[in-house]
């Protein structure tokens, strides 16, 4: 019944092995599309678009010089409610992260060439360009060929998440993690932090180490204060990285996810309003906040979902397209265009509006959106 | 592989006749859950979990002396853009009624029996019961032994949806349709209210039959002022009910079904909010509020999101249940229990709380928030 040819590198027995994944069971992963055969720039490799055994989601196995396992970023649970949680969560201290507004790209060296993967186990064209651009990397590598550099890619210049950061501008990285390469093991804390700043790597900022009990009164000041600064919110983790660690973000982080869901409400809506809200409720109910700061925190979550809703009505019925202008650095056509297939690959409508000093602008357009907003102007029934 | 011993009305050759349904497409259906058997209350029948062909969900099939169709009751669409529909969908008149906020009762007589059933084709027997009470219906089934009588429960004895109205009070009965039982045709708009007026049956109230061109502008005016003394909105139909009615809802309405829903968030939010949502993002369009009244819709939004939230986080936290306290007249102990194994066989939770001045109080339970929100206090993660 089902066609046997499977992907060459799936058919090797040693692949099996180091993944600790019977043959059979990677092969009906296969037939599933869990697993999916990935050949670009120049790389071989088998990309996990699910979980799998105890591979993360966007796992890359590269066919190189060896066989290469790239584990996937491991999924960061959230706390709805810092006190309980952390006291529940963590033993003795908790080191505070900031958590930055960006994608999450991992970078590493494969034969001899450094290369960037984005959350999915993606090859990006542009991120892994200026991951060269940026970062020096050449002395790093050499030194932990094993290693796995994880951190956030920020910035205006930034076609997924472009966020203005006044200490990093048009486009910078930053490191929260170091993970060795086959089995995902983080380096600690302060050998983190001490490896990064011999290499003049920039990790993530440190907002302090905290004992348990003293945590949760911290991180909610510092989270406020976050927020009122328009910056997203922590990460907190065990300082020797040997537990899960946690996330938690501002109110004004929910707000402006919000505001951009809404933007494109028949195509990111759905999926962004429900957890959205309810952290928006557990947070208030935590923060124990005066009749005041409740009645700000409800018109500022109803303004969020209300006006881009309304500025996209508005946009269509005027015949614009709802659409975002991603803007990004390109030395050539080509680049502006390399970058759009992988836009392409990933699913998403782009196509280029222009290039203009160095710049590229494209544009990503939500059909959905679109399709359905004008079909309402024009007395579509719901 | 399949049983062959689907129940006996449904082997009937003349069901599949009247329904104009092939016997086999019945016995699909009937697989595949589309189609129940139905007993209780005396009574045999085919329930339609979902439609089927020509046959609204809700249609009920019913085996008495003869075999009889009580057509489900079609699902009203909405407007989100008044002006370009109607102008689309209608052709001279608009024809405005009263949406009221209560739930859809379809009332028939079955071998001289008055029974009422709800939207879904159950019969609720406390339903039936008050129908029989509130309204005197004897002669007009005695005259229209083939009418439909389609309308809404309201009023504050009400176990599904309890709102206040001042000309109502406890319970009431207001009727949007006459219909005939096996076509499911309607009476138009005139016919109707003169023949319920005959029959001293109460309809919803016609707020007005207006030019196509002039409606949206006087159907805004109604719907802001509805909204403004808590009413829900109307249904807007065809004088000759040759045209599919059409459905528009107050912002007052929207909000206060969000606080329903964000009341027992884990239980029904996710299959409110976006809806709810979307229609006051066209509504503030629509009707191009100023600065101020938008200021006032996202407050309202939002406030009815979050608060409802957080009383609900609190009432759990302070060990109370999340669930709502029904309240329904009885005679005795007998009838509660029947309404309470009636919700379960609707897979609702509920319990008898207490029966005092011919009043039983029943407790409906939301598990799924009761034991997430519990989970979150405790430290859960997200």
């Not at 906040?289 to 996209?312: C, F, H, N, Q, V």
């Amino acid at each position: 019944m089902r066609e046997k040819n499977i992907p060459p590198l799936l058919a090797q027995e040693e692949v099996s092995k180091i993944l600790n994944i019977s043959s059979q069971k990677l092969e009906e992963a296969y037939w599933k599309g869990i697993i999916k055969n990935y050949q670009k720039h120049n790389l071989e490799a088998i990309q996990f678009r699910k979980g799998l055994g105890s591979m993360e989601s966007g796992t890359m196995v590269v066919n190189g010089e060896t066989i290469q396992v790239i584990r996937g970023f491991p999924k960061i649970r959230r706390t709805l409610m810092l006190k309980p949680t952390l006291k529940k969560h963590f033993l003795k201290e908790v080191a505070v992260e900031e958590k930055m507004n960006g994608y999450n790209v991992r970078i590493t060296q494969i034969d001899n060439d450094i290369i960037a993967f984005t959350r999915g186990g993606y090859i990006c064209p542009y991120t892994t360009r200026k991951a060269k651009e940026i970062l020096d990397l050449d002395d790093f590598f050499q030194e932990n060929p094993e290693m796995v550099i994880c951190g956030e890619m920020v910035g205006t210049l930034n076609p997924y998440v472009s966020h203005y950061y006044r200490e990093v501008g048009k486009l910078g990285f930053r490191i929260f993690d170091l993970r060795e390469k086959q089995t995902n093991t983080p380096l600690p804390m302060k050998e983190k932090r001490d490896l990064l700043e011999e290499h003049d790597l920039e990790p993530v900022r440190l907002l302090g180490i905290f004992p348990v009990d003293e945590a949760p009164e911290k991180i909610i000041e510092i989270v406020k204060d976050l927020g009122a600064n328009n910056r997203e919110g922590v990460v907190m983790k065990d300082p020797m990285m040997q537990l899960e660690p946690l996330k938690y973000t501002s109110s004004q982080a929910q707000a402006s996810e919000l505001e951009y869901a809404l933007s494109y409400p028949f195509d990111l809506a759905q999926a962004f309003l429900f957890s959205r809200i309810i952290r928006e409720g557990f947070q208030a109910y935590e923060m124990a906040e005066s009749t005041d700061e409740l009645s700000k925190r409800a018109l500022r979550m109803g303004e969020s979902i209300l006006y881009p809703m309304l500025e996209t009505i508005r946009g269509v019925e005027n015949g614009e397209l709802a659409a975002e202008d991603l803007v990004i650095e390109v030395k050539n056509q080509n680049e502006a265009e390399e970058f759009i297939r992988h836009l392409r690959d990933l699913k998403v409508m782009a196509t280029l509006v222009e290039i203009k000093d160095g710049k590229a602008v494209i544009r990503r357009i939500h059909q959905s959106t679109n399709d359905k907003v004008k079909n309402y102007l024009h007395g579509g029934l719901y």
